[in-house]
C-alpha cells in the first residue's frame, strides 16, 4: 500500500480528531505532503500542506483548527483536527502535492452537529 490513512471516525462538533497517513518511502521522500478531503457530492480539495523541512500552508477555512505534521524517519503525515465542524464531514486523504501518487482509500471523518 502507498498511502494508507486512518484516524477518521465520528466526533461531536467541537471534538478533536488526529489522522495519520503512511507513505511508501519512494512517495514520502523530500515531497510536499498534503492532506485533501472530499465531501459528500463535492470536488476533492487540498485542506493544508507542509514541506520536508516543516514549512506548513493551510486553507483558510482550516487555519487556527487544523495542524499538520510529519514523521519523516516514519514516512508518516498526520493531520490534528480540532474544534471540527459538521462542515468538515468528508472522506480524508493524503498524498504528494506535486505529481501525485495514486489515491489511498481515505479516512472518513464525520461531524454530527
Known amino acids: 500500500v502507498q498511502l494508507q490513512a486512518s484516524g477518521g471516525g465520528l466526533v461531536q462538533a467541537g471534538g478533536s480528531l488526529r489522522l495519520s497517513c503512511a507513505a511508501s518511502?519512494?512517495?514520502?521522500?523530500?515531497?510536499?505532503m498534503g492532506w485533501y478531503r472530499q465531501a459528500p457530492g463535492k470536488q476533492r480539495e487540498w485542506v493544508a500542506s507542509?514541506?520536508?523541512?516543516?514549512?506548513?500552508n493551510y486553507r483558510d477555512f482550516v487555519k487556527g483548527r487544523f495542524t499538520i505534521s510529519r514523521d519523516n524517519a516514519k514516512n508518516t503525515v498526520y493531520l490534528q483536527m480540532n474544534s471540527l465542524k459538521p462542515e468538515d464531514t468528508a472522506v480524508y486523504y493524503c498524498?504528494?502535492?506535486?505529481?501525485?501518487?495514486?489515491w489511498g482509500q481515505g479516512t472518513q471523518v464525520t461531524v454530527s452537529s
Open positions: 498524498n504528494k502535492m506535486i505529481l501525485q501518487a495514486t
Open positions: 518511502g519512494s512517495i514520502f521522500s523530500r515531497a510536499v
Open positions: 507542509i514541506t520536508n523541512g516543516g514549512t506548513t
